[in-house]
């Protein structure tokens, strides 16, 4: 049965035979699949430049036993801008690996598509600092995938106004509760972090902050994902090799 879903690429494997390559793309109606690309090495080949990395292309599939096939693929974007700046680079890969593990296989992934593809424009045209994109791709995917923070109020008293956040639990803290494994907030990252994990998909970049409370909720964001998924990303370490 042919298929037909638009997909960002998000990952590409060229070591498979002499012309071909093997893609794992984020597509809206099937979330993360892989699937071979016979002959997009090939210089003619049509489906070449629409099969690699950060390409967001229309695939026309064929399902095979344990893999996709790729018939037609058409260019819809590619993140030109991206790709000419290396830090730029090195966190889009960090979001295409941080989808490969948290976006749904085989169901619809509209949303998680979209969020990468929103944070590739920004990223392309500048509008938004990289660690500001950086932290709401973190907690919107991590969201969509279930592990939604709770940072209405305490987690003790119910208070308001917190202070403080636990990356092992995901709860926030005022003042007077939390322990020495929290971390602390500012009042612009709390109100930043609260607009991130419960505002609508369409205004969850719809904010700016100063670089100051930026750079606590960008902490607050990483140390949250990496203690809920118990793992590291080669990506990430990278991206951060260039700061």
Not at 66 to 75: C, M, S
Not at 140 to 152: N, Q, T
Not at 187 to 204: M, S
Request: some cysteine; charged content about 25%.
């Amino acid at each position: 049965m042919k298929l037909t879903t638009d997909a960002l690429i998000i990952r590409e494997n060229n070591t498979v035979g002499e012309s071909d390559r093997f893609i794992t793309a984020l597509t809206r109606d099937h979330g993360v699949i892989r699937a071979s690309v016979r002959g997009a090495r090939q210089l003619k080949n049509r489906n070449g430049s629409a099969t690699q990395l950060l390409c967001y292309s229309r695939l026309s599939l064929y399902k095979g036993r344990d893999k996709y096939i790729v018939d037609d693929a058409e260019p819809l974007q590619v993140f030109f801008e991206v790709r000419g700046q290396l830090d730029k680079l090195a966190l889009a890969q960090y979001f295409c690996e941080l989808a490969g593990v948290l976006a749904p296989a085989e169901e619809n992934a509209e949303e998680e598509l979209r969020l990468l593809l929103n944070a590739l424009y920004y990223l392309s045209e500048g509008t938004r600092s990289l660690p500001l994109v950086k932290a709401v791709t973190e907690l919107r995917l991590l969201c969509r995938a279930g592990y939604m923070p709770a940072v209405a109020e305490c987690a003790e008293c119910g208070m308001g106004e917190c202070t403080r956040f636990s990356p092992l639990r995901g709860v926030s803290y005022c003042e007077q509760h939390g322990g020495t494994d929290t971390l602390p907030l500012t009042a612009g990252a709390l109100a930043a972090l609260r607009h991130i994990v419960y505002a609508p998909f369409e205004k969850c970049f719809a904010f700016s902050l100063p670089e100051t409370d930026t750079a606590v909720l960008g902490n607050a964001a990483e140390r949250f994902l990496l203690a809920q998924l118990n793992r590291g990303f080669n990506t990430l370490e990278f991206y951060h090799s260039l700061q």
